[in-house]
């Protein structure tokens, strides 16, 4: 019963990725970096997932290119932040 | 920079992201769907070079790809315990949890507001409208029904409270865009062809509306007071907003009708007075803004021309369909 303790490990990860992505930061990079704990441990998850029930990993695959767009797209975006605003500090919202 | 190709690029990769979501076989697809259309739907907004546009794609950003993220994990947590028949755990809470983020609903609508201030008009149209077509659909396939329904009943009661301070026209459409996504949300529940029939129709009038505002270049209420209109653009602009409010001879009323038909044959009682006491206060708002615009700040100048008179076709198609598709719709059912 000991090889079900490990997916409380990945809830466990998954929750503190949220967590942490929903702080009070003081960087905007810190919330891109918790996104990619989350994208870690549904990286982990999944890939002890498809080793359990004895599937190819072809999927994984799919995900990690997916999850890495997603990523670099958070990364212009920060980019195309720090240009207009010089920082990504959270206090420099004041538009909206 | 504001008409090269690459918004055509990125508008068709939009739409196609949205049919590989709805008709994809497994869930994996779905989210695969959903991640494309962020990725596409963010160089469409963040085109201008301004701080607002900045600030509206990186709000977008972040709140779309934790919901995705967080319905991958779910997902998988679904696949891994086999739960694919059983729609009423917690999994297909936190599943449609993360579908009404995507979509704006109601305990997730904090950005929403805020990210439709900062967009064009046409974004706002693609926003209000196209980007709610796959986690509508996604939340159809796998929902759990006494939690949506009191999602719906926050929608409904967000939607039309959080109008009622509003001076910003976008933000007005914002938060009717909620309370009618409570509308519709329901009426996923009720069958799906509803839904579809709901959404067409909510679709034409959000935007006739948009496209109003948007030759008008109109983005706050005081420009509605202080313009020097067309009659027939006020007159346009009065029958939309009713429209939209859902009074009786206008298109707006008829798929409401069906989902109040529905509701109280089936006893909804209390879930109908929700319904139509938000709409109400809707209701109340609009004809407080075209009351004061078209009747009693009623100014035209003597030395200026009247606008537009190239676009009044358009002008005059719209208010035809407005007025006259409640009758033309039962036409669709023969």
Redesign the interface.
Known sequence: MLIYDI?FLF?YM?FLG?LI?VSKNKH?FV?LLS?EF??L??FF??FV?LIFIDYDMY?LM??LV??V??GS??LS?LV??IR??GNDYFQS?S?? | MNNNSNKMFFLFILFFSTLISISSNSW?GC??GL??N??SF?PLI?NS????S??????Y??TQ??A???F??MI??K??LLKNFDMNNIISIMMNSSLLMKMGSAPFHFWFP??V??LSWMNNFMLMTWQKISPMILLSYYFNKNFLIFMIIMNLIIGSLGGLNQTSLRKLLAFSSINNLGWMIFSIMISENLWLFYFLIYSMMIFMMISLFFLMNMYFMNQLFINNMNFFIKLNLLINFLSLGGLPPFMGFMPKWIIINFLLINKFYFLTFIFMMTSLIIIYYYIRIIYSSFMFNYFKMKWMNLLMKNNMSLINLSSFISISSMILSTFIFM
């Open positions: 997916w809830i998954f949220n992505f905007l919330v996104l989350i994208v441990s549904i998850f999944f997932l999927m799919v995900f997916f999850s767009c997603e797209l958070g975006i195309s932040m207009s605003y919202f538009m909206l | 994996f989210w695969i991640e494309i962020l990725l963010i963040s070079k301004n701080l607002l900045v600030e509206t794609s990186l709000k950003f972040l790809s934790l995705s993220i967080n991958l994990f998988l947590i696949f891994s805020n990210i201030e900062g």
